[in-house]
């Protein structure tokens, strides 16, 4: 049979996130329980206001070896021990850190939650943080490093920060600290860090599954109420760019067949209000696979495999960064054709057709994205870290819908800034730094990795 034209999509379904509770024990801790009942299992989520922005100065990646610690014992068990016994649960506990927050997390099945809970109180609460372990840590941390410095995209990703941001920003060094930070840092620093950071006024805790509200308060006071101590304030980074004039660095990279290119600069703040306009303006930009910038280098020169732009949203200013891999002898190319789709973004209104294409995308796979408990309580952290509204996912469809085409050319001329974007190309300087000084597109530079 054939179809003579194609089926039209109907109108999009209504859409609820699940409901949770929220409220807040006698020691300050704050508990959100968000049930869903469709899998017999339950994420939870510890977010504290530790991440790595709050770092003492010269201590670079520690919030991110404390948390990664975490799990190395307790007073009751040690490592390996405590590791044997939630696999037996048929869980884990595992921690990490971004730059403003860190985590603690699990996902175990319900019949399981009791047992496993007390033990992820535990870890929460009173780590040993064994000298070993923290060695151990911080060994995988310097390997980590020295494997960046010949991985042409990560080292690219680092530098481009390192550039873009003032001397004296927290940012501007990689998130889990450099060779010289870590190596410095010892076992009493971990305990300080989490000492000052990880109190329960500073402590979001997120449970999401098949659970009642009520049971899960009782068991989360039975295991967290003789937890107490006063939280260090919270700590804004400064967000201060190293320049406001273009400027470019070449990371040396001798006789790599490929440049990796990174443009842009300083963006804006996650509770910027206008950040549905930018979403779906980066979307157009190169936010996907559609966008001008992917298609231009990709589609029509073939410069490249795949190019991207991304705000990295933080609470303060992150990066706003254009990345791409493209062959040594089109570099120079490969940039000016983004600096020619940066500034048609600028100038000309986009088209009904792409607006439709960015703002559909946006609003069909949002409601996928929080299937699982994990997603549940990974959108709840972000509420918490960055103090959204309660009916911040039920009313996000109906806003990126109501983004216009001017609003994405005014978020385009707001926040995009062509005489402010800063380059960084991990390459051979031999074979790009003729062609890039000829294009003048401001100062140039060469550094090794």
């Known amino acids: 049979m054939t179809i003579a034209t194609r089926p039209q999509p109907g ?15 006698a ?31 010269g201590q670079e990646g520690v919030a991110v070896l404390t948390a990664r610690a975490l799990n190395e014992g307790t007073p009751k068990y040690d490592g390996e021990t405590l590791t044997d016994y939630l696999e037996q649960l048929g869980t884990s506990v595992g921690g990490g850190a971004s730059w403003d927050s860190a985590s603690l997390a699990m996902t175990v099945l319900h019949d399981n939650l009791d047992n496993a809970f007390a033990h992820f109180a535990e870890v929460l609460v009173a780590p040993t943080f064994p000298v070993a372990a923290i ?29 873009i941001y003032d001397a004296t920003s927290r940012f501007r060094l990689p998130l889990g600290g450099t ?31 098949d659970v009642e509200a009520d049971s899960v308060e009782l068991m989360v006071a039975g295991a967290l109420e003789a937890w107490t101590g006063i939280a260090a304030p919270t700590v804004r980074a400064n967000d201060k760019p190293a320049r406001t004039s273009r400027a470019v660095r070449i990371v040396r990279k001798e006789d790599a067949p490929q440049s990796e290119v990174r443009i842009g600069h300083v963006g804006v703040p996650r509770t910027h209000p206008d950040y549905f306009s930018i979403t779906v303006m980066n979307a157009v930009l190169g936010g996907l696979f559609s966008s001008r910038i ?19 949203w933080r609470r303060e200013a992150g990066p706003f960064v254009i990345g791409t891999a493209v062959a040594s002898d089109v570099t120079v190319a490969a940039i000016q054709e983004t600096f020619k789709e940066i500034d048609r973004m600028r100038v000309e209104p986009i088209s009904e057709s792409e607006l439709s294409l960015a703002t559909s995308y946006l609003e069909g796979v949002f409601p996928i994205r929080y299937e699982t408990t994990a ?18 996912y039920d009313t996000y469809r109906a806003r990126i819908s109501a983004v216009t085409i001017n ?43």
């Open 27 to 57: 020691n300050g801790l704050t508990l959100l329980i968000a049930p869903s009942h469709s899998l017999q299992v339950v994420t939870v989520l510890a977010i504290v206001d530790a991440g790595a922005v709050a770092e003492p100065g």
């Open 294 to 312: 992917n298609l231009n280098l990709r589609e029509v020169h073939g410069y490249t495999y795949g190019a991207s732009s991304a705000f990295d």
């Open 179 to 209: 060779a010289e930070s870590v190596n410095g840092l010892t076992r009493n620093e971990v305990v300080a860090f989490h000492a000052s950071r990880y109190q329960p006024s500073a402590t979001t805790l997120i449970i999401a599954g």
């Open 135 to 163: 060695e151990r840590l911080k060994g995988e941390r310097i390997a980590e490093l020295m494997q960046i410095e010949s991985e042409p995209r990560e080292l690219a990703d680092e530098k481009f920060d390192e550039y």
């Open 407 to 449: 609003d994405v050319l005014e978020a385009a001329r707001k926040h995009v800034h062509p005489e402010s974007l800063q380059i960084v190309i991990v390459g051979d300087a031999g074979a790009i730094w003729e062609p890039l000084e000829a294009l003048a597109l401001g100062p140039l530079d060469v550094v090794s990795p």
């Open 375 to 392: 997603a549940i309580a990974a959108a709840l952290a972000t509420l918490t870290i960055y103090n959204l509204p309660v009916d911040w």
């Open 11 to 25: 109108p999009a379904r209504e859409y609820h996130f699940p409901t949770f509770e929220r409220c807040t024990l």
